[in-house]
Each structure stands twice: as C-alpha cells, then as structure tokens.
C-alpha cells in the first residue's frame, strides 16, 4: 500500500519507491547514531559533575566514541547510497519513460505547443522531484521517525524535559516559522520584535557584562513588564550598564547617571535621586502623571 502510494505521489517506479522507503529508513538509523553520541557525551559530563570521572569507566567511553564514530561513517555511507545515488538512477528511468510516453503522442498534440516551453516545464519538475527525493523528503519522514523513536527513550531513561525540548522542534518549525526571512538586520521584524531577539541573544550568551540600550523603548506595557522580569533573572550577578528614558527601566539600579546637555547633571541611587528633586525626579513625576491620563 505505501510503495503504491508512493510510485502515484511522486511518479516514482516500483524500485523508486523502494528505494525510498530505504533513504526514509537509512536516514532514520543515520540520526539515531548522531544522536548516540550526544548520548555518550551527556553521559560523560554527568560522571564528571556528579562523583567525578571513575577510571574504570574511561575505556567504557573511549570504546563506545569510536564504536560510534565507525557507525557514523557507516551509516552516512548507507544513507548517500540510498538517497542520492537511488535517486540519481531513478531520474535516469523517469526521463525514460516521458521521453517513451511523448514519442507515443501524435504530431497533432504539439501543433500548436511551444516544444521548448514544454521541455522547461517537464525538466523543472523533472529536477523539483529529484530535489525532494534526495533532499527532502526521506530527511523529513527520518527526522520525525528518529525524533520519536529518541524521545520515547529519553523518557524512560532519562528526563521528560528533554523530551519536551527534543519534540519541541517539530510545531516550532512547521507553526511558529523558525525559517522565517525576517530582511536585512531584521528589516521586516518590527521594533519590539527586534527587541526581543536582541535579548534573548543575550540570555543565550550569557555575558559578565551587558550594556541594554533602550531596552524596552518599543515595547507595550505588557510586554515591557514581562521582559523586566526577565531581565531582573539576566542581569543577576552580572554587571549592567542600562541607558533609558523610561524612569521604571532603571528603578532598581545601584547607581543613576542624569545627563543634560551632553554632561552629568546628577548622579547617584534612586531614592537619593528623589529626595534631591531634581531632573531625575521630575521625569520620574511626568512619566506617573502620564500613565493616569485617559481619553475624556
């Protein structure tokens, strides 16, 4: 029934579509390895973080690395000859076979057809099929196959976060568009959305200092108090530099810098700040004023 839906999905042959069926499977085995040795290397580091790296357990790691390097080369060895070279013959027997089945069309059919527009259109969808069959198609069916087959271990074995995570990928790249063009310096993003990646680069990065310019400039209240929150997670331990206008961005810093004009107009903590009644002071007024004001 699959090979049969196969040859009429993709105008495959009999063997084509066997073949890949065999790409879907090799490709599946072939993650499963990769992912054997992500395995071998979580297994490793929680030795070293937990009693410490026993000795006889080193000949255990080294013995499965390179039985997993072997099986890595092997794999992908199976896995080109069943994708690629698979699909390179049957190209061979599909150009075969539209070159047979056109001979047999009368002269009349091509009367009034532009033959090359005709033999673009076949070769494009010629080479879009071989592109999917090599490309895509079994990488897709073994991802998903060799993700499943991953998590359901990890669960038993391991940690149900992990599973969450390792499935994670599967509705954020189909729903949530991890493959999203987003322009030139994120041109088509607007600026809260450029915001945010800007931050979560730098919780990913995970710097001894950050400077956040602006950080919640362009963002809604909703937003912004979310974000602050997180920030107040980032910025723990870690020494901060925080330009803003916005009085509640840096209500919670150690020390305040006001400039004026290009100089230092006042310095000091929060509280100090407002007892002086200064600059600091009146934006700090005009901006809670302004969050009372409504539409009469």
């Not at 047979?100 to 532009?114: A, H, N, V």
């Not at 602050?228 to 020494?239: C, E, F, V």
């Not at 290009?262 to 934006?283: C, H, R, S, Y």
Request: charged share 20%; with cysteine; glycine share 6%.
């Amino acid at each position: 029934m699959i090979i049969e839906k196969l040859q009429h999905k993709f105008a495959l042959s009999r063997e084509g579509a066997v073949d890949m069926v065999k790409a879907c499977i090799s490709v599946t085995v072939t993650n499963i390895v990769l992912m054997a040795s992500a395995g071998i290397l979580y297994l490793l580091i929680s030795d070293m973080l937990g009693e410490g790296l026993r000795t006889e357990r080193i000949p255990v790691y080294v013995i499965g690395g390179v039985s997993v390097l072997i099986l890595i080369y092997i794999t992908n060895f199976i896995q080109y000859n069943a994708t690629f070279l698979s699909t390179y013959k049957e190209s061979g027997v599909r150009r075969t076979v539209l070159a047979e089945r056109l001979r047999k069309l009368p002269l009349s059919f091509f009367g009034k057809k532009d033959l090359s527009d005709l033999t673009t259109t076949i070769m494009s969808d010629c080479a879009m099929i071989e592109t999917a069959s090599s490309h895509w198609i079994p990488e897709l069916i073994g991802a998903l196959i060799s993700t499943a087959i991953v998590g359901v271990s990890m669960f038993f074995f391991f940690d149900w976060r992990m599973v969450l995570a390792s499935f994670w990928v599967i509705p954020a790249s189909f729903l949530m568009g991890y493959n999203t063009l987003i322009g030139e310096n994120g041109s088509e993003l607007s600026g809260g959305e450029r915001q945010r990646i800007s931050i979560a680069r730098a919780f990913l990065k995970d710097a001894p200092i950050i400077l956040l310019d602006e950080a919640t400039a362009s963002l809604d209240v909703d937003n912004e108090t979310k974000v602050q929150a997180a920030l107040s997670r980032l910025i723990k331990d870690k020494t901060v530099m925080v330009i803003a206008h916005r009085m509640r961005t840096v209500a919670g810093a150690d020390k305040i810098v006001v400039l004026s004009d290009g100089v230092v107009a006042e310095q000091g903590t929060p509280d100090e700040l407002l007892q002086k009644n200064g600059i600091f002071a009146q934006m700090a007024r005009l901006q809670t004023e302004g969050q009372n004001w409504s539409i009469a």
